[in-house]
């Protein structure tokens, strides 16, 4: 199994998580949920329906997406995630192989190009580009 290949996942099933919030799991199970979804949570949406299939690890993988929805940005939720998909895609040759065909064939390329271009797979605060332009982002 490609050892980048949880690592590479990990970013769609947080997006998932933050769009749904604590309903992520039974919309993972809602194929309409995909019409209004992006592209990104869409595909996040598709791989935890794929990876959830798997009986051997769903309980492990969902309370680990449980904790994500508690705090998308936290890297230790995030770490423990990764864990959790690496584990169940080592244990099952044929996980791996649906999952790493799902993210090749989604479609989803995160491209920037020109002067002050910019490309985010996963932001949780402001991209600003341009002479002079400033912000604040005031949370909690």
């Known amino acids: 199994m490609d050892a980048d290949l949880a690592t590479t996942v990990v970013p769609?099933?947080?997006?998932?998580?933050?769009?749904?919030?604590?309903?992520?799991?039974?919309?993972?199970r809602d194929s309409?949920?995909?019409a209004?979804?992006?592209?990104?949570?869409?595909?996040?949406?598709?791989?935890?329906?794929?990876?959830l299939g798997r009986q051997e690890s769903a309980d492990a993988v969902s309370e680990a997406v449980?904790?994500?929805v508690?705090?998308?940005?936290?890297?230790?939720?995030?770490?423990?995630?990764r864990?959790?998909?690496?584990?169940?895609?080592?244990?099952?040759?044929?996980?791996?192989?649906?999952?790493?065909?799902?993210v090749a064939r989604s479609g989803v390329a995160i491209n920037a190009t020109g002067e002050g271009a910019?490309?985010?797979?996963?932001?949780?605060?402001?991209?600003?580009t341009g002479r002079g332009s400033h912000a604040s982002q005031h949370g909690s």
């Open 70 to 81: 508690a705090d998308p940005a936290d890297p230790d939720r995030v770490s423990a995630l």
């Open 12 to 28: 769609y099933l947080t997006a998932a998580a933050a769009a749904y919030g604590t309903a992520v799991l039974d919309r993972v």
């Open 118 to 128: 910019v490309a985010v797979q996963h932001n949780s605060g402001i991209v600003q």
């Open 36 to 51: 209004t979804a992006d592209a990104s949570v869409g595909l996040g949406r598709r791989l935890l329906s794929r990876i």
């Open 83 to 102: 864990l959790q998909i690496r584990k169940a895609l080592v244990a099952d040759p044929q996980l791996a192989s649906d999952v790493a065909h799902l």
């Open 66 to 68: 449980q904790d994500i």
């Open 32 to 34: 309409a949920a995909d």
